[in-house]
């Protein structure tokens, strides 16, 4: 078996000599560079813009504003582009960073200079800078992903509930700009031949990008193709188009040549997707006797002034822990700000830090344990839907993480745990997200030198997909994994899953797994057809394979490899495809992974910085592919959301609502010296309700109630309830 | 980056003739600070005098102390500078990443521009980066900035962590120009902004930073350097405290509590100072130094944190020094 | 195994248009990259990172910033570790370059290399060369570099997907074994 085996990535080797290749590592003849100009300002109106200084530089190439840019053929399809206008739409600025114009020229250097010589003369409006400012237009927003991702949801009698309550909280929650961070700016290769557009893009969706981009140029989607071999680091901000691919793609068309655009760092700040700021409101009541009866959650996140994007916090709320009532409510607020992205977590990150928070709250208030009363309040069902979760493990999660932590040596108040110079504190939250499906293909081919190749266009991001598939494939048609190789990466390839919201492993490995089973159950068929098959005659159901050999089950010495059945048959491959139909998911069910964070803060108490010493996650997420990539992954998603907790946020100017720190000298994301010992563990339970592979998602519910179970632990350390993110020495001073 | 005409000279007598013939040269040595500075067009010389190869390194010991090359390395790893001014080194490690420190130079840090973010991005006002135009901080965020010694017009923060440890050991800088060397403090290499921001230092046109001298102190070798940041490494200091004192007898006869990250130019606490000396040196005086090294503060709403930030540097550095 | 993609572009010539029609008066340099002399004009606003990059098709040394602030474009000149986006090529006349590319003895992988993809040093693999070139660079520094050592001294390179645990590990075996190979 290759699957649950701690397999070294695929592209290992590739990744430490320096030899793979990311979108602005590859290179055409003839290719150019683009640069792309932005607005100085964060609300008006272009009055003029003279680009003759940067045509007349040196190597200047091209120069396209919205005066001369070509007509854009449709209009966005909601969140596929980030916005509702495609770049350069007319003479109306909308938000800070906002590009006006792009250059292209012979060098980088010549591009990157003549795009400070466009000069625009700016009627500039007063911006909307803040949530706070924007309260005022809190509205419920017009959304189409109703009603799987629901804004506006009650059930049972939230307020009554409340009133009847033992006892009550009301709380406001706070969470700002956060940014995605990737290591890899976005970047765009594109170019034309003919009337056919190539586009190598920093991508985690390529056949979801092709339409869009096909639908801005007036293209039939076939004469388009997408390109997205690995990504470095995306996190959400490449799951959607963004104005870089499309202005790139036009400025290709316009000089005639290849045409590299890799965006600036502070642009992939300010452009290119961010979390935008929550306020969440959470009222709870609960009985003496540690049962909840009620919550109600409101939220108002920031969204551009020209749509409305719900960042869908209430996602947790109904459904991690049994309720009698449950009122949401999200509402969005108009500002001058860049168009937003789903960004890891989207909705749960946020949520569960508000809903994790206010349990230990109501905790401290019932002087309950954290865990005692999550565990009095377990949901067997999912509430809204009232089927079983087709598995869930969260109470082992408990007793697993409680255990390695070493739970029960935390003190009952807080305050109570020193060390020397340090405070310490001990805090806890559960996980959840629910797991979602896409549509996936896959093509597995076995070829008549007996290795196989897996064809899927699922991009590689990190996550170790590319690992994960190949070993799926290989268990699938009983071929080592060293002799599978792995196509991704191009819309050439089947459509995949986009590599996001936990679906690889679920919707597009199912995909991989039932192309792999179908491609050695047609190797099979050919051999117990074939007379001069070792296997001729057997039912075909009896034919196992391993080791790049078919067998008989009964009888394992008779048998023959792929390699002598297909060249003996002139065969030189045999190709299948397999199909991930997420209408196929079993009804009786509803889907999640679960899990359950313990974490260690120490906190000088003359310097108060808050220091993770030591966090345990346990996560049971279906049956671990590879416990190698699986247990890196985790302690990613944990530390990402320990940046989140305790150092990211992008702030801004209060009087434009620019971003001050649009660089990661000032946007602070952990650095090795922050992380202590992150201590990852599975409840592996293979979950076959939800996949056939008995695997589910991984990447996002590792990092869903960290935030949480931080600021729990400053408030068991110290304390101090910090209710709005992040958690920085200035929120902790000494009373 | 705007385009520039490139010089590298080979004697300190060319470099100074290469800046002072062109009104808009600008001098780069390990360009740490100065190529991002260029690449957001913050500062657009026409001829970047590039003094590498000016024979300006290495330290040079003598009974008066230690002479240090402008143009050596912040990677400096010599086990004579640890102990002779611990806190100096201390304060080298904690000022930026190996890669980073491989490359700074000395003189560079201590003429490294301030950390405002309104100073670094130029769609805001900033009458530092253009004489006249006002300061986006006043109004805007200043969670990161100064609480000591800003004005109307500029509210930044320095922040070299190598120079408030120089400050505290009482070195100078010494420059070369045209009419010759001349040494200045490094308490008064900055200038404070006043409602001339722009005039950010005590160099006057086509001067050239050779060397600091560090000189030999009763107090350097009982010193260290406390920063406090955000995240565990590789930040700009919140606030960060260098600290010598020189006892005999038990009571503190002088000392030096200099600040970092706290006012637009490495900030000497003096009130600070009078109250270590005369005592012994002990958790209430430490308590006392800690409280006067906040004398003269003017916080804002949103860096008001800064000052308990202040006493908290202060108090943990001195303490480290009982043990010392 | 990979297949497919990934070498798309590579050994391609280089595009027509040259550095002296920037305006700027190119300058010629030559540098030692990985052992190889090269003499090449380059414009002096070019990093030493985007020369590597863009002019001699090394696109190992990874660009995640051009501010300094992430490690990513670590390489070793004259063989101390560097950020080499904070930096112009036309100020390392006779330098020596080395980059990712040039740790490997041909298929021999270095043993920091070899450590990485043991334990597993890495997600997206975008910070991988600069992590892997600076802790090249420690080890040069500091050959009996302890384990509490490491997360300081490699605070200096970012890694979004914060591999950092196994970055650790990675360090400290590539450490272990080289002080047995001496």
Redesign the interface.
């Known amino acids: 078996m290759a699957i649950g085996r701690p397999l070294?990535?695929?592209?290992?080797?590739?990744?430490?000599?320096?030899?793979?290749?990311?979108t602005?590592?590859?290179?055409?003849?003839?290719?150019?560079y683009a640069a792309l100009m932005s607005s100085?300002?964060s609300a008006g109106r272009v009055r003029a813009i003279d680009t003759a200084r940067a045509e007349a530089?040196?190597?200047v190439l091209a120069v396209i504003t919205h005066l001369n840019r070509p007509q854009w053929h449709s209009t966005p399809a909601a969140l596929r582009y980030v916005e509702t206008r495609f770049p350069l739409a007319d003479e109306h600025i909308h938000h800070?960073g906002q590009y006006l114009a792009v250059v292209v020229a012979?060098?980088?250097?010549?591009a990157?200079?003549a795009a400070?010589l466009v000069a625009v003369d700016y009627e500039t409006r007063p911006a909307v800078p803040t949530l706070d400012a924007a309260l005022p237009d809190a509205h419920q927003p017009v959304w189409r992903f109703e009603p799987e991702f629901p804004t506006l949801l009650a059930l049972g009698d939230p307020e009554a509930r409340l009133a009847a309550a033992d006892v009550r909280l009301d709380l406001e929650y706070r969470t700002p700009y956060n940014s995605h961070?990737?290591?890899?700016?976005n970047a765009t290769l594109a170019h034309w031949d003919g009337g056919s557009l190539t586009v190598?893009e920093t991508s985690q969706q390529v056949h979801l990008d092709r339409p869009v981009i096909a639908g801005a140029l007036g293209l039939p989607p076939d004469r388009v193709r997408v390109?997205s071999?690995?990504?470095?680091?995306?996190?959400g901000n490449k799951t959607a188009v963004w104005a870089h691919t499309l202005l790139a793609a036009v400025a290709a068309r316009q000089v005639g040549r290849p045409v590299q655009l890799?965006v600036?760092?502070?642009q992939v700040f300010t452009c290119h997707g961010h979390q935008p700021p929550i306020i969440q409101r959470l009222r709870v009541g609960a009985n003496r006797d540690g049962t909840l009866q009620a919550i109600t959650h409101h939220t108002v996140n920031g969204t551009p002034v020209l749509f409305d994007r719900p960042e869908a916090a209430i996602s947790p709320t109904g459904t991690v822990y049994a309720l009698r009532s449950v009122g949401v409510r999200v509402e969005v607020a108009g500002m001058h700000m860049p168009a937003p992205a789903t960004m890891r977590t989207p909705g749960d990150g946020p949520g569960m830090f508000a809903v994790g928070s206010a349990l230990d709250e109501m905790a401290y208030a019932l002087e309950l344990d954290p865990i005692e009363l999550r565990r009095r309040n377990h949901l067997a069902v999912h509430p809204l839907l009232g089927r079983p979760w087709s598995g869930k493990q969260l109470l082992e999660c408990y007793d697993v993480g409680a255990e390695r932590f070493g739970w029960e040596r935390r003190a009952p108040r807080p305050r109570m745990m020193r060390d020397g110079a340090d405070w310490v504190g001990f805090g806890m939250s559960s996980a959840q997200r629910l797991e979602h499906h896409a549509a996936a293909r896959a093509a597995v081919e076995i070829r008549d030198d007996g290795s196989a190749?897996v064809r899927t266009a699922a991009p590689?991001?990190?996550?170790?997909n590319?690992t994960t598939l190949t070993q799926i494939a290989a268990d699938g048609t009983g071929i080592a994994p060293?002799?599978?190789?792995?196509?991704?990466?191009?819309t050439t390839l089947p459509e995949s899953a986009p590599t996001s919201g936990s679906r690889t492993t679920g919707s597009t490995g199912t995909a991989v797994h039932l192309a792999a089973l179908r491609a050695r159950q047609a190797a099979a068929r050919l051999a117990v057809a074939d007379p001069r098959s070792p296997l001729h005659g057997l039912p075909a159901e009896r034919v196992g394979a391993a080791r790049g050999r078919l067998y008989d089950v009964d009888v394992p010495r008779r048998g023959e490899t792929y390699r002598d059945l297909l060249r003996r048959n002139g065969r030189r491959s045999i190709v299948e495809q397999g199909f991930h139909d997420p209408a196929g998911a079993d009804p009786r069910f509803a889907y999640a992974t679960f899990g359950a964070h313990f974490t260690e803060v120490r906190i000088d108490d003359?310097?108060?910085?808050v220091?993770v010493t030591r966090h345990v996650g346990v996560f049971a997420v279906g049956r671990v592919l590879n416990p190698?990539?699986a247990r890196?992954?985790a302690?990613?998603?944990?530390?990402?959301a320990l940046g989140g907790a305790?150092?990211e946020d992008l702030?801004?100017?209060?009087?434009?609502g620019?971003f001050?720190?649009?660089?990661?000298?000032?946007y602070?994301?952990?650095?090795?010296?922050?992380?202590g010992d992150?201590d990852v563990s599975f409840v592996e339970e293979p979950d076959y309700n939800a996949h056939p592979l008995g695997a589910k998602g991984l990447g996002e519910v590792v990092a869903v109630g960290v935030h949480a179970s931080i600021a729990n632990a400053v408030y068991h350390a110290i304390g101090i309830r910090v209710r709005d993110l992040p958690i920085?020495?200035?929120k902790l001073?000494?009373p | 980056m705007d385009t520039f005409e490139y010089k590298r000279p080979g004697t300190v007598r060319e470099a100074l003739r290469l800046i002072a013939t062109h009104p808009d040269a600008e001098i780069i040595a390990g360009g740490t600070d100065l190529v991002t500075l260029l690449r957001d067009r913050v500062r657009t010389p026409a001829r970047l005098v590039d003094i590498n190869g000016l024979p300006l390194d290495g330290l040079r010991w003598s009974r008066d102390g230690v002479r240090i090359g402008a143009l050596c390395r912040n990677a400096v790893d010599d086990p004579r500078l640890a102990a002779a001014y611990p806190v100096l080194v201390r304060a080298l490690r904690s000022g930026a990443s190996p890669q980073i420190r491989n490359r700074a130079t000395f003189g560079g840090n201590l003429l490294q521009g301030v950390r405002c973010p309104y100073f670094r991005l130029p769609e805001f006002a900033c009458g530092r980066r253009e004489p006249g135009t006002g300061c986006a901080a006043i109004e805007g965020d200043g969670r990161l900035l100064g609480i000591f010694g800003t004005s109307a017009a500029c509210i930044a923060v320095h922040p070299s962590d190598c120079a408030v440890a120089l400050l505290a050991l009482d070195a100078t800088v010494v420059v070369e120009g045209a009419r010759g060397t001349r040494r200045i403090p490094v308490g008064d290499l900055h200038r404070l902004p006043g409602d001339t921001p722009h005039v950010e230092h005590a160099l006057r046109d086509g001067e050239l930073v050779v060397a600091v001298e560090v000189p030999a102190s009763p107090f350097a070798a009982r010193s260290t350097y406390v920063k406090f940041r955000e995240r565990a490494s590789y930040a700009f200091a919140l606030a960060s405290a260098a600290v010598a004192v020189h006892s005999e007898r038990g009571v503190v006869r002088d000392a030096r509590v200099c600040l970092g990250g706290v006012a637009p130019k490495p900030w000497r606490a003096h009130t600070a100072e009078s109250a270590l000396r005369g005592r012994r040196l002990d958790a209430a005086a430490i308590e006392a130094a800690a409280e006067a090294a906040t004398a003269g503060a003017a916080p804002r709403p949103d860096n008001a944190y800064k000052v308990e930030l202040v006493r908290g540097v202060v108090r943990r550095a001195l303490t480290e020094l009982l043990v010392k | 195994m990979l297949a497919g993609g990934l070498s798309l572009g590579a050994g391609l010539a280089a595009p027509p248009v040259r550095a002296e029609a920037s305006g700027a008066k190119p300058e010629i340099l030559t540098l030692v990259v990985n052992g190889d002399r090269v003499r090449l004009e380059v414009d002096v606003r070019a990093s030493l990172l985007d020369t590597l990059r863009d002019r001699l098709r090394l696109t190992g040394t990874k660009k995640g910033c051009d501010q300094g602030a992430c490690g990513a474009c670590t390489v070793l000149l004259d063989g101390r570790r560097v950020l080499s986006c904070l930096t112009l090529a036309v100020m390392h006349e006779g330098s020596e370059v080395t980059t990712v590319e040039g740790l490997a003895e041909g298929d021999r992988l270095h043993p920091v290399q070899r450590a990485f993809v043991d334990h597993d040093g890495f997600q997206c693999g975008f910070c991988t060369s600069g992590q892997i070139m600076s802790a090249v660079g420690l080890l040069a520094e500091r050959p009996r570099v302890t384990a509490a050592e490491i997360p300081e001294l490699m605070s200096g390179n970012l890694c979004r997907c914060a591999a950092y645990s196994n970055i650790r590990d990675a360090i400290e075996a590539a450490a272990h074994l080289s002080r047995e190979g001496e």
């Open positions: 070294s990535r695929v592209e290992a080797r590739d990744k430490v000599t320096g030899a793979a290749r990311y602005a590592d590859t290179r055409l003849p003839g290719m150019v100085a300002v530089a040196p190597g800070h012979g060098t980088r250097e010549q990157a200079h400070g961070a990737p290591m890899e700016p190598h390109v071999t690995l990504v470095g680091g995306a996190f890799v600036t760092r502070k190749e590689e991001i990190g996550t170790g590319l060293s002799q599978v190789d792995i196509r991704s990466g191009d003359t310097l108060r910085r220091r190698k990539t890196n992954q302690q990613g998603g944990i530390i990402y305790l150092m702030a801004t100017d209060p009087v434009t620019r001050i720190a649009p660089a990661l000298t000032d602070h994301v952990p650095v090795n010296a922050d992380v992150i920085t020495p200035d001073l000494r």
